[in-house]
């Protein structure tokens, strides 16, 4: 076996959950062999590097061995090796530690998390635990 499609390769080493998924990955424009974009019939060869857009990073995958089927995920390193450059899981760590959901203005309702870190930012430190508010506002009748 000196060649194999893209979508099949990217399916057996665990990059894509389904082949489907991985088709249309090719089909959006996401997967690039050398700076171009790929169709899921495209074939590739041993040494190729494969980048895979997943927003917000970059993916990159050198080819090291050819395979149609799907195997465990241990023997994944056997046919791919992955060559994705520090400066790429940076940003993915910088997201993951903002916790900015990337969602436009005004779409969709806030999450309870959204509404409860809303709530914690714009409640003043005073109003907080520190006072008791036990004022008794009733008269006390006079015998």
């Known amino acids: 076996m000196n060649e194999v499609r893209i979508d099949k390769w990217m399916w057996a080493t665990r990059i894509f959950k ?12 996401r997967i690039m062999i050398g700076g171009v974009t790929v169709k899921p019939s495209r074939m590739i060869k041993v040494d190729d590097v494969i980048q895979v ?35 790429q899981y940076e940003i ?8 900015f959901v990337n969602r436009a203005k005004g ?3 806030p999450t309870k998390k959204d509404r409860r870190e809303l709530e ?24």
């Open 107 to 109: 779409l969709g309702r």
């Open 53 to 87: 857009r997943k927003p917000p990073i970059t993916f990159s995958f050198k080819v090291i061995g050819l395979i149609e089927n799907r195997v465990g995920a241990k023997l994944v390193p056997n046919y791919m090796e992955n060559v994705t450059t520090p400066d």
């Open 18 to 29: 389904t082949r489907t998924i991985a088709a249309e990955a090719c089909k959006k424009g």
């Open 120 to 143: 914690q930012f714009t409640e003043p430190e005073f109003m907080g635990d520190g006072f008791d508010f036990d004022f008794d506002f009733e008269e006390e009748e006079e015998e």
């Open 92 to 99: 993915l760590e910088m997201n993951r530690i903002s916790g």
